[in-house]
C-alpha cells in the first residue's frame, strides 16, 4: 500500500475530512485530523445536509456507517414547498414522497450536521482528532510537511490533505487559482425553539423546506431536528455587499429594518423569520471555482471538498461532492495499480476536477435559475421534470 508508514495529516474536521478519516483508518492508514474548533462540543451552524444516492450516501456505505445515519436522519425533512413572495404554494411533495427510499437515486435524505459530525468522530480511533487546530502555515521538511498551527504547536506529517474549507489557507501551496464572485450573497439567521417563536413559519414547514420566489429575491428555509430553523435571504448584489453596505449583523432591528425595503413586495408572514432570528446574521457571499482550473500534482499534498471546489450551494451539491472526494481519494492512495503516490494523486485530482467542473456549472446555472424574473416558473419546471 503506497500510503503504510505514511504519516497522513488531515487538515478540517467537516463532513469531507472526517469521512476521509474514518475510510483511510478502515485501510489502516495512520490519520490525524487537525481541527480548529476548541472541542468535539462547538457548535455546528449551517442548515441540514441533504445525502445523495451516488455521493454522499456511497461514502457513508462504505464507511460502515450506514445504520447510524438510517437512526439519525431527518425523517420528512427533504419534503419540499415551493411558494411565491405573497406565501402561495405551487408544489408541494408533503403528501407523495415516501418516508424512506435508501437505494433509489433521487432519495435525499436529510441530517443535521452536528448529527453526521457525531456519527463520524465517533467512529474514528480515540485521539484521531486534534482539536483546537487552528492551521496558520506549513514548510517542507524532509519528504514532508511540518505544519504550525494558532496554538503555538507544530506536528510533522509525510502527506497533507486540505479539508478545510472555502477559504483554505493550504490552497494556496498548490494553486494560486482564486474563485470568482457569482453576483449572489445570502444572508443567513437561525430561529431558536421555532413552534414557539415563529409559529406561522413553522406550521408551513411541518418538518421539511421552503424555497419562496419573488422579484428575484429567494427565502430558503429548513426545519433542523431540534426544531430550530435555518433560514437565508438570497439576492444579487456586488462583491463587497456584506462590508459596504452599513448594516450591524448583532443589530434585529437594523436587518428587519433592512429586509422590510429590499424585500418589499413580499408578504408579511415571512417578517416572523427576522423578528424573532438568533443574531448575529451571517453574510454569505457566493464563489465558485473556475471551470478550468489546473495545478501540478505535488507527491504528498492534495485537495478534497470546498479547499478544492468551492461552488454554489443551489445543487445542494457541496457536502456530496467533498464525501464523493474522500470516497474517491481513498480509493487512490490505497491501491495497488499505481506505482507513485504523485501517480495516485494525480489520476485523483484530475477526475475530481473534471467531476467538480460538471456540478459546479450545474450549481451557477441553477443560482442563475434562482434569481431570475421568471424564477417560480423556472422552479416549478424544474421539479415536475425528472430531478425528482
Not at 415516501?98 to 463520524?120: A, C, M, S, V, Y
Not at 490552497?171 to 439567521?189: N, Q, S, V
Not at 504528498?300 to 445542494?316: E, R, S, W, Y
Request: some cysteine; charged content about 25%; proline content about 4%.
Amino acid at each position: 500500500m503506497l500510503i503504510k508508514d505514511q504519516s497522513i495529516a488531515i487538515v478540517g474536521g467537516g463532513p469531507g475530512g472526517l469521512t476521509l478519516a474514518r475510510l483511510l483508518q478502515l485501510k489502516g492508514a495512520t490519520v490525524t485530523v487537525f481541527e480548529r474548533d476548541v472541542d468535539k462540543n462547538a457548535r455546528v451552524q449551517g442548515a441540514p445536509l441533504d445525502l445523495h444516492d451516488n455521493s454522499g450516501l456511497a461514502a457513508i456505505r462504505k464507511a460502515d456507517l450506514l445504520e447510524e445515519f438510517k437512526q439519525n436522519y431527518l425523517v420528512g425533512a427533504d419534503r419540499e414547498l415551493i411558494m411565491n413572495e405573497n406565501a402561495e404554494i405551487f408544489f408541494s411533495d408533503h403528501e407523495g414522497k415516501p418516508e424512506e427510499n435508501f437505494g433509489h437515486q433521487h432519495f435525499r435524505p436529510e441530517i443535521d450536521r452536528g448529527t453526521l459530525r457525531k456519527i463520524l468522530l465517533e467512529s474514528l480511533q480515540p485521539e484521531t482528532v486534534v482539536w483546537d487546530s487552528y492551521f496558520i502555515s506549513m514548510e517542507k521538511q524532509d519528504k514532508g510537511w511540518l505544519l504550525h498551527f494558532k496554538n503555538n504547536t507544530t506536528a510533522y506529517a509525510d502527506i497533507v490533505i486540505a479539508c478545510d474549507g472555502a477559504n483554505s489557507k493550504i490552497r494556496p501551496y498548490l494553486t494560486d487559482t482564486k474563485p470568482f464572485y457569482t453576483g449572489i450573497t445570502m444572508l443567513e439567521g437561525n430561529i431558536l425553539q421555532a413552534k414557539e417563536s415563529a409559529p406561522k413559519i413553522n406550521a408551513l414547514l411541518k418538518g421539511g423546506k421552503i424555497m419562496a420566489f419573488g422579484n428575484k429575491k429567494n427565502l430558503l428555509m429548513g426545519q433542523k431536528g431540534n426544531g430550530d430553523i435555518g433560514f437565508y435571504a438570497s439576492f444579487k448584489t456586488e462583491e463587497n455587499w456584506a462590508a459596504n453596505c452599513g448594516l450591524d449583523y448583532t443589530d434585529k432591528a437594523q436587518i428587519l429594518e433592512w429586509y422590510k425595503n429590499y424585500y418589499p413586495e413580499w408578504n408579511s408572514i415571512w417578517l416572523e423569520l427576522f423578528e424573532n432570528v438568533e443574531t448575529p446574521f451571517i453574510p454569505r457571499p457566493i464563489y465558485c471555482i473556475p471551470f478550468d482550473q489546473s495545478w501540478k500534482t505535488q507527491p504528498n499534498l492534495t485537495l478534497i471538498g470546498d479547499a478544492a471546489h468551492v461552488m454554489p450551494p443551489f445543487a445542494g451539491e457541496g457536502v456530496n461532492m467533498a464525501m464523493l472526494d474522500a470516497l474517491e481519494l481513498s480509493e487512490y492512495l490505497t491501491s495497488d495499480q499505481y506505482r507513485t503516490l504523485e501517480e495516485a494523486i494525480s489520476v485523483y485530482e484530475t477526475q475530481m476536477r473534471k467531476r467538480a467542473a460538471i456540478i459546479a456549472k450545474e450549481s451557477l446555472d441553477n443560482g442563475e435559475l434562482m434569481h431570475a424574473e421568471n424564477a417560480l416558473e423556472n422552479m416549478l419546471n424544474f421539479f415536475s421534470g425528472p430531478h425528482e
